[in-house]
């Protein structure tokens, strides 16, 4: 018996596709989905931020605390990032690094943006 050839339906062919690439093509979109969280939020910071880190970070007391605890909300708990901070061996560089930079969101140095703003304008 000789086989019909397949019927070429264009640009309307359904996609055949393996559970295989499925999942491989699932695994991508959620890694696409947090590199976009990396480059689309301005205040997170971009790829050239992270390779360009200054050594001194890697030694932070903060590695092993969840990132969120330092980007505190309008009336949120610091006492994490005040105690992480507190026993910091490189808090200075820290606090000399987030003083020159205004426009650094968060807790660096065991101070606040508001606490920071204060310093700079000699109120603190
Ligand atoms: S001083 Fe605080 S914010 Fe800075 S590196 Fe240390 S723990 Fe992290």
Redesign the pocket.
Same mark, same amino acid.
């Given at each position: 018996m000789r086989a019909e050839p397949a019927e070429d339906l264009g640009e309307h062919q359904p996609p055949i596709i393996s559970a295989q690439l499925a999942a491989l093509l699932e695994d991508q979109e959620r890694t696409r989905a947090e590199v976009c969280w990396l480059m689309v939020d301005d205040d997170a910071p971009t790829l050239r931020d992270l390779f360009s880190r200054p050594a001194w970070?890697d030694r %932070?007391?903060?590695c092993d605390?969840p990132t969120p605890a330092?980007f505190i909300e309008r009336g949120g708990d610091q006492a994490p990032?005040r105690r992480?901070?507190a026993v910091?061996v490189?808090?200075s560089e820290?606090?000399a690094y987030a003083m020159a930079d205004p426009e650094l969101k968060g807790?660096?140095? %065991?101070t606040s943006e508001r606490q920071r703003r204060q310093m700079r304008s000699g109120a603190a």
């Open positions: 970070m %932070g007391a903060c605390v330092f990032a992480a901070c910091c490189v808090r820290c606090l807790y660096w140095g %065991g």
